[in-house]
């Protein structure tokens, strides 16, 4: 062997010098080889050894002469030492220095000679394979993998390190041997069998397969067997690397679990029964474990019963309706304080001292127990853990325990959030039970698709006569076109609509107020309510109202009859003398025809006069419905100027009107705003009378701003006591000696009932001044009732 | 005779002048105190409206009463107001309330004149 490696290193080295060194003068000489070797000429370095044992490596130098001395003192039958030399650039050289010694007669060394091998490459390649070799060592006896190495029948001769640490085997020499298919459960039996033939035929084989540690420890694992070939090829053993993956799959299978839970959660499952899944499902995923998840009452403290499928019954009933607290074994302590409770051992653990009794019946003798949060982090019950064993939790169950309680955390949540839905439901129900409104779905088309009526009976038509119908088949056809129209409104604009309507039922009329907004994108909503009584009301307020104004302005006549009496007299007055005086005029002879032609035309002037004022009479004593149109509140107060110029005149008072041309115009009714006006200038009038008659000023403006049109009515009277500024607008509230309070008082109602507002100051140089502002106008005559 | 009437509405104004004109009598019209005071006419009878803008009826009787002779005044009155109503009741002056027929209003110029008469003879005495 020792021969068979000094020649193949020999042979392998590139280059070999000689060498004879006399032992007695210690001369030596040297190859110029070997110098060249060392990167020197033959001169540069003396034949002698002082010199040539200089460029030995000085780490090596005293090895070198031992072995020497050893071979010389004829201990060793040669001399032979691999050894550094120093190159002349610096470098180091590996040698292999060979040689033998010539004796004397006496048996005393008088030559050595040999050769000098330069192996540097030989040892470069050596230290390389033998970092690989410290490589694969360490990767054999670092990896988190199981290495087997097999023989070609398949047993195991080798097993690194960690392999016997997967396998809980504390010593090889038990397993040595052993058929490495005999390891595996019958299911990988034959997986593992085809690996290995495989891997004998010089291929890789793999598969997954699942066996028991020594402790009995299920794992589950990924094996690749490969073939191990000499230098020819040739399959000498097989290697085996098997790669723990009962975590990986314990993973999968949880998600697959997960999934199944959360499954059933989404159908809508029965809280018990996805429990009761999830429970199994981690009970799957380790020997011997038992597991339940408790409920945590709406109370907040009594432990009730979720899930336990495997727990003996009398625990299960023992613990349901306990309550929660700091000795609560491990759920009721768990739910208590909110945080994961381990107990490794039930018989000693001060916690179980109530339980003790019934889990030791029960035969369980470790639990772990971990509350189960809701998203506000409320507890809503506990996940256990139990075994019959005292023992302390793996970390891997640890994170399965806070994954089931997770997820029995959505179950219970999703299925209170089912529960409150269904109440929510419920009640939704109850209050469209109660609402007397009626709802009606329909397609943005008009096509009736739904309905909710308390009381169908009610409705105009029968269900069966409108379902699945068009409005404009079902309703008549002014109300259809107006619902129809509205629809369209509600579709473009996405705001609710309301509409107002009439239907005829029987021999009554109900009124009805639809508000429609839309629904689900493509769908409107009306809900419709039966508005009749309300509507009647109404219709009677504005009766009131009229009634009331209707009233006043007889009273406010009756006040004016003076200066109206004076308006009708002086026509009458013409009239009565140019009749006297056509008379006369006939008598003649010949009659005067062309006087008598122009009294006549006066006659008929005066006449038409007179005309005009029971004309404006009967307008304001009229009792006719409102009709609220655009009106010009310029002609409003010319015409009331005009009406009141008799009364103004007596009362000695000016009038100036300063009208803004062009204002636009109002809405509303002529003759009730004529009364507003007319109120205003003799409540003017009224406030002047004891104003000297030279300051009896009465101003009327009116003037538009912003959406309205001002009135503003202004006198030089007593004015106001500031106190009853807000008051005048009272009913039965006057300054005046002969007001009945009523004037301003039906005022301010016209107004209102005319979406206004008036309001009442005093002047800063004496005097009151009351604006009344309108709004303009802008929407076309709306009758406000028939 | 020559009368004078004041009114402010030219329709009563015309209808009157034509009616007295027909009774064959002479007849200025105005339209107002002020315009009747400025053309200091010489008339027999002044027909005179109690309302008018200015210088009221009544005010333009009591400036006439102070001249010499005497002016007869007639006041006509078309309202039926209250305070004008008992204005003219006191004063205690003839007068016709509108509308009145011709031989009222002859009526009420006599008297008119007749008290003027005594007025003017009590003066002159």
Known sequence: MQTDDSYRRATAAGRVGVWDWDLASGEIYVDPILKEMLGYQDHEIRN???????????????????????????KTPHYEIEHRMLHRDGSIRWFLARGSVTRNADGTAAHMAGTDTDITELKRSEEALRQAEELNRRIVESTGDCLQILDLDGRLIYVNREGLRLLDLADFADVVNRPFVGFWEEAARQAAAEAVATAQRGECGRFHGFTRTASRAPKWWDVVVTPITDVTGKVVQLLSVSRDITERRREEALHVAQHQVLGMIATGSALPDVLGCLVGLVEQQADGMLCSVLLLDGDGRTIRHGAAPSLPDDYVRAVDGMPIGPRGGSCGTAMFRGTRVVVTDIFTDPLWEDYRAVARQSGLRACWSTPIFSPERKVLGSFAMYYSEPRTPRAAELRLIESAANMAGIAIEQQRAHHALRQSEARNQAILRALPDWMFLTSVEGVFLDFHARDPSRLHVPPSAFLGKHIKDVLPPPVAEMLAQAFARVRTSDEPEKVEYTLASDDTERFYEACIVGCDGDKLLSIVRDITDRKRAELEAIAQQMELAHLGRVAML???????????????????????????????????????????????????????????????????????QPVNLNEVVREVVDLAHGEVAARRMTVTSTLTPEVPPVLGDRVQLQQVVLNLVLNACDAMSETQAAKRQLALSTEAEDGFVQLVVSDRGVGIPQSQLERVFEPFVTFRPQGLGLGLAITRSIVTAHRGSIRAENNGDGGATFRCMLPVANAPAIKQAD | MTLAIVDDDEGVRRALARLVRCLGHEVLIFASAEEF?????????????????????????????????????????????PKTRDASRAIDAPSVAKPFDDLTLMAAIADAMAQADVVGERRAD
Not at chain 1, 60 to 67: G, K, L, S
Not at chain 1, 593 to 600: G, I, N, P, S
Not at chain 2, 66 to 79: A, E, K, M, N
């Open chain 1, 48 to 74: 002698h050894l002082d010199d040539w044992g200089r460029l030995v490596h000085p780490d090596d130098a005293t090895a070198v002469f031992e072995r020497a001395q050893a071979h010389i003192n004829g």
């Open chain 1, 558 to 628: 009756g006040e004016l009859t003076g200066a109206l009496a004076h308006e009708l007299s002086q026509p009458l007055t013409a009239v009565l003398s140019n009749a006297q005086a056509a008379r006369h005029l006939l008598d003649r002879e010949p009659p005067d025809v062309a006087e008598l032609r122009l009294t006549l035309e006066d006659v008929i002037k005066s006449s038409r006069r007179a005309g005009a004022v029971i004309d404006r009479l009967r307008a304001l004593l009229r009792k006719e419905d409102i009709v609220l």
């Open chain 2, 37 to 81: 005071e400025a053309q200091s006419v010489a008339v027999d009878c002044l027909v005179v409206d109690v309302r008018l803008p200015g210088a009221s009826g009544l005010e333009l009787r009591e400036r006439l009463r102070s001249r010499v002779p005497p002016v007869p005044v007639v006041l006509i009155t078309g309202d039926t107001h």
